[in-house]
């Protein structure tokens, strides 16, 4: 059962990316079923890329993704990866005086794809379901309301309601204090025609990336910056772990970022939109994209991938649906063969039409 204020109301359109990390994926169409000319307009790339801050070697040298880190999908050939990885320093560094592992993944496009592509990452174990995490939010902060710390304090936030100087967690609850912060950059592409020097970028934006039924939830909050604390896992964005006039928190009427990690998903490896481009064609080449290593995976066995992709009308790639039909298929022949050899065997004796008569009289 959904919380209160969740919506569960799918998207209005099949062809809307938002449905990949929710129950929507139901309704997409799994490879085994689809007509070939329906999977081969969906082609999707996705990197794996847990264990760059450890195996990747030191920028510039760059090394070859294993094979079971990249799975690829386009109609004339697989894709290609390399990694490497560098010391940065980001801005919150100012704070910490902690430095973090920049990522550099550089993979080919074999084959050009239209607009729109959509950039997700994908978590796995990961488990957004659990009956406690859903519901560690409250409805009335997020739309804005300065909701007393003693009512965060006993409510579904707890114990993520109020910090240890009393003040309202904001945004409080495990959903909010446990987003995907990875710094995840736009794609450059290495190699464009005509042979120059010079690169180009291929932008993303983070507009349009959550529900229209999402956005409504959310408003400009009524705290002040002195009232409120960040969540534990955020304190490191703010001088002395604080909000402040000059470093306000961050505005989540206008974060569809946020606005989509909110929206919890239903099954532990799930994949949330990051940017979408509905303009630019992806061109055939070679890309690189930096992303800033911070969300820790590997503490609770879970991995993060990067994902671009395209739809089409039906959705995006997905084999699931198809695999459970095989599946529940297969069941369903093998229970009717086991229950055509039973009656073979033993068929079944007729009753006594009889007794299905309501005028007979009883026997005395």
């Known amino acids: ?85 560098e010391v940065f320093r980001p801005p919150e560094a100012n704070f910490t005086d902690k430095n973090v592992w920049r990522c550099r993944l ?35 902060q997020l739309k804005g309301v300065a909701v007393p710390v003693s009512t965060l304090k006993g409510g579904n936030c707890k114990p993520l309601g109020e910090n240890d100087n009393q003040l309202a967690i904001y945004p409080c609850g495990l959903i909010a204090n446990s987003i995907f912060n990875d710094t995840i950059y736009n794609l450059t592409l290495l190699n464009p025609a005509g042979g120059t020097n010079e690169t180009e970028s291929y932008e993303f934006t983070q507009k349009n990336i959550a529900w229209p039924s999402d956005k409504k939830k959310y408003g400009k909050t009524q ?16 001088p002395n772990g604080t909000y402040t006039d000059e470093y306000p928190p961050r505005d989540i009427s206008t974060d569809e970022t946020f606005q989509v990690w909110m929206r919890t998903a239903g099954l532990p490896d799930f994949r949330k939109l990051h940017g979408r481009n509905d303009n630019d064609i992806l061109k055939v080449g070679t890309y690189e994209v930096l992303i800033d290593y911070k969300y820790p995976v590997t503490r609770y066995g879970g991995t993060k991938s990067l994902v671009i992709s395209t739809v089409s009308f039906l959705g995006g790639k ?23 050899a039973r009656h073979l065997h033993k068929p ?13 009289q009883p026997a005395k």
């Not at 604390?229 to 964005?237: G, H, K, L, T």
């Open 1 to 85: 059962m959904a919380p209160e204020g969740k919506s569960r109301k799918p998207a209005s359109m099949a062809t809307d990316p938002h449905t990949e990390d929710s129950f929507a994926n139901i309704f997409h169409c799994g490879d085994h079923l689809c007509p070939s000319w329906w999977t081969t307009t969906v082609s999707e790339i996705i990197i794996d890329y847990t264990y760059c801050d450890s195996r990747a070697p030191d920028y510039p040298k760059y090394e070859n993704i294993p094979e079971n880190f990249v799975e690829s999908y386009f109609p004339q050939s697989n894709s290609t990866a390399t990694w490497s990885r």
């Open 106 to 140: 550089q993979f080919t496009i074999p084959s050009e794809l239209k607009p729109p592509v959509f950039l997700y990452y994908r978590l796995t174990n990961f488990y957004q379901n659990h009956r406690r995490y859903v519901k560690s939010f409250d409805a009335n």
């Open 223 to 238: 705290y002040k910056p002195s009232e409120i604390a960040p969540p534990p896992d955020w304190v490191d964005n703010y």
């Open 318 to 340: 997905n084999p699931f649906l198809g695999i459970a039909y095989i599946a529940s298929g297969i069941v369903c022949v093998l229970f009717g063969c086991i229950f055509t």
């Open 348 to 360: 079944r004796k007729l009753g006594d039409h009889t007794y299905l008569s309501w005028n007979n």
